[in-house]
């Protein structure tokens, strides 16, 4: 029986059962997924762990090699990216529980400051006081066809008869009318710049004075 790549595995059959694993897959490759479904699930109980932990873990547990190890964490960051997400669902979780423990607790000494503020948390932590957006239902949106046109009407606009006709006789009357305009070319200005300076220099002396 060919080995698949556990990535493949994990993907198709990470939460089939024991059972129906066996019967699809060669053992070493069930005994791979099984190992690596047990170190999910204390990820997902140890949210807040460090990579040396999870190879301590993975080490301790299994009997593995520090490499086996780390390809294993490798592969659980990579194939699992929830993994990320159920940590956040974990906090809120524990947030409230410890919210509402706090709660009840205050209840029973009736200190009403206390349940006031546990209530608050709670509300502001949780968007109760929040109205909920509308989904949007983007597997109903139709993509607005558009279709190239040079039909003016669809502006409003009416459009011109034989148009091409228009433009070109338009081309030849200005055309014919830019006849007269005579196109002159560059000269050099007629300045002697001797005297210019003498000029400026009579100047400034008249100035200092």
Partial sequence: MPFPAVQDVITTDFFTAEDELRKQHPAASVERVLRLRELYNWVISNPDC????????AIGRFGI???LAYDDLKIIKSVL?????????????????MILETYQMAKKRKDTKTMERAATSYAKFNNVNV???????????VVQPFTATDDPSVLGIKPIPNIEKVISDMIEKYRAESLDIDDIEYEDADIIYDDYEEVREDETDSLNL
């Fill in 50 to 57: 460090k990579d040396k932990e999870f190879v301590d873990v």
């Fill in 65 to 67: 090699c520090k490499t």
């Fill in 81 to 97: 990216p929830n993994i990320t997400q159920a940590s956040r669902d974990y906090h809120r979780w524990k947030y409230n529980e």
């Fill in 131 to 141: 109205e909920d957006e509308q989904s949007v239902p983007y597997d109903m949106i």
